[in-house]
């Protein structure tokens, strides 16, 4: 199985702030990526799809970058409903697996 | 609008079954692979089964293989999770999602999820 690994597991930031999330997978996975957000209580929601496509509906303040085993999740100016949690998935192979997550917090 | 709501969860002994529901509208259902994904309390996402868009293959995470199976009633718009053997693991909510429409790998719509407790 692939496994991913996402750092840092928390962060803290400020509203206005970039942020910068990483994922990396054990293996070579292309661009078979997606970065999900997810709060309290609901369904994670889809950001990015072959690790840099914006989904339909997703502010551009977010950017996905990198390809192979190296990936970034970018948030450009955080705002208050960007605190949530953050999973990177990929769908190279079967099982689909899913990093442990990133949660961005309020400094 | 695309919509996808879960069913059938609840409290459920050890050993025992349940079968959970996820009741599609708003796309063309036939047309899409379908996913059911878990997440424990407090834990990330965990991928469990996709059955393709005809029902004609399926693919299962190792801790649900041999207990949990995955299908499909094109005719009725809804997507099933058969889950034999319960333990308190399996204690999770569990969402029903799309496959996106390029290649199906990857969930771009989601249920709101139902919850399965799995306790004596």
């Known amino acids: 199985d692939i496994q991913m690994t996402q750092s840092p597991s928390s962060l803290s930031a400020s509203v206005g702030d970039r942020v910068t999330i990483t994922c990396r997978a054990s293996q070579d996975i292309s661009n078979y990526l997606v970065w999900f957000q997810q709060k309290p209580g609901k369904a994670p929601k889809s950001l990015i799809y072959a690790a840099s496509t914006l989904q339909s509906g997703v502010p551009s303040k977010f950017s996905g970058s990198g390809s192979g085993t190296d990936f970034t999740l970018t948030i450009s100016s955080l705002q208050p409903e960007d605190f949530a949690t953050y999973y990177c998935q990929q769908y190279n192979s079967y099982p689909l697996t899913f990093g442990g997550g990133t949660k961005v917090e309020i400094k | 609008q695309v919509q996808l709501v879960e069913s059938g969860g609840g409290v459920v002994q050890p050993g025992r079954s349940l079968r959970l529901s996820c009741a599609a509208s708003?796309?063309?259902?036939?047309?899409?692979?379908m996913h059911w994904v878990r997440q424990a309390p407090g834990r990330g996402p965990e991928w469990a089964a996709v059955v393709i868009y005809d029902g004609s293959d399926k693919y299962y995470a190792d801790s649900v293989k041999g207990r949990f199976t995955i299908s499909r009633d094109n005719s009725k718009n809804t997507l099933y999770l058969q889950m034999n053997s319960l333990r308190g693991d399996d204690t999770a909510v569990y969402y029903c999602?799309?496959?996106?429409?390029?290649?199906?790998?990857?969930?771009?719509?989601w249920g709101k999820g139902t919850t399965v407790t799995v306790s004596s």
């Open positions: 708003g796309f063309s259902f036939r047309s899409f692979a």
């Open positions: 999602a799309r496959g996106s429409s390029t290649g199906g790998r990857y969930m771009d719509v």
